[in-house]
T-cell receptor, first 111, second 115 residues
Framework: SQQGEEDPQALSIQEGENATMNCSYKTSINNLQWYRQNSGRGLVHLILIRSNEREKHSGRLRVTLDTSKKSSSLLITASRAADTASYFCATDTSSLQKLVFGQGTRLTINP | DAGVIQSPRHEVTEMGQEVTLRCKPISGHNSLFWYRQTMMRGLELLIYFNNNVPIDDSGMPEDRFSAKMPNASFSTLKIQPSEPRDSAVYFC?????????????FGDGTRLSIL
């Protein structure tokens, strides 16, 4: 079964609004990564947060990690049409020895 | 800087044919990953290599699939014989070091259709 589960599966908002996506996982992790995938392209790494970190920022992206709840959230502020893509969380666990990706959230930004 | 390069970008072939997918990782990266993406199963790790050595191939669906990495700059994923259920997008990714918090860099994939 998937280690990471994103919520919601799809999200549609107006340009300029903030978008929040959530990821839950089942077992202890070393780190959690977020990736973006534009239609017809490969995944692009956005941000990595380690298990001992609670929050991380990169430009308009803000990621939080709550290891007690085994969950993470990705916030995109002031969304743009170019942010339209699928977003995936991926967990790195010492037991699995590999990155495991969730099913993704499909984000649509309406102009 | 060239990213991960995959070829072909699209492949359409008939059931039973041999299919070979190719990948050139980013120069200097020592870990390489093959993934398969479908609507039903999402993104699945098939196999990964560290320093050209296969480390975990538990995701390889069955004996029809094989992967090689003869040197640090080239890898192949082969399906023989191919079946319609193998239709998917296959991604190759590379990273500087596996499992130590390094991001993976993905190619743009090979869209495989088996008729």
């Amino acid at each position: 079964s998937q280690q990471g589960e994103e919520d919601p599966q799809a999200l549609s908002i107006q340009e300029g609004e903030n978008a929040t996506m959530n990821c839950s996982y089942k077992t202890s992790i070393n780190n959690l990564q977020w990736y973006r995938q534009n239609s017809g392209r490969g995944l692009v790494h956005l941000i990595l947060i380690r298990s001992n970190e609670r929050e991380k920022h990169s430009g308009r992206l803000r990621v939080t990690l709550d290891t007690s709840k085994k969950s993470s959230s990705l916030l995109i502020t002031a969304s743009r049409a170019a942010d339209t893509a699928s977003y995936f969380c991926a967990t790195d666990t010492s037991s699995l020895q590999k990155l495991v990706f969730g099913q993704g959230t499909r984000l649509t930004i309406n102009p | 800087d060239a990213g991960v390069i995959q070829s072909p970008r699209h492949e359409v072939t008939e059931m039973g044919q041999e299919v070979t997918l190719r990948c050139k990782p980013i120069s200097g990266h020592n870990s390489l990953f093959w993934y398969r993406q479908t609507m039903m199963r999402g993104l699945e790790l098939l196999i990964y290599f560290n320093n050209n050595v296969p480390i975990d191939d538990s995701g390889m669906p069955e004996d029809r699939f094989s992967a090689k990495m003869p040197n640090a700059s080239f890898s192949t994923l082969k399906i023989q014989p191919s079946e319609p259920r193998d239709s998917a997008v296959y991604f190759c990714a590379s990273s500087l070091m596996a499992l130590l918090g390094q991001p993976q860099h993905f190619g743009d994939g090979t869209r495989l259709s088996i008729l």
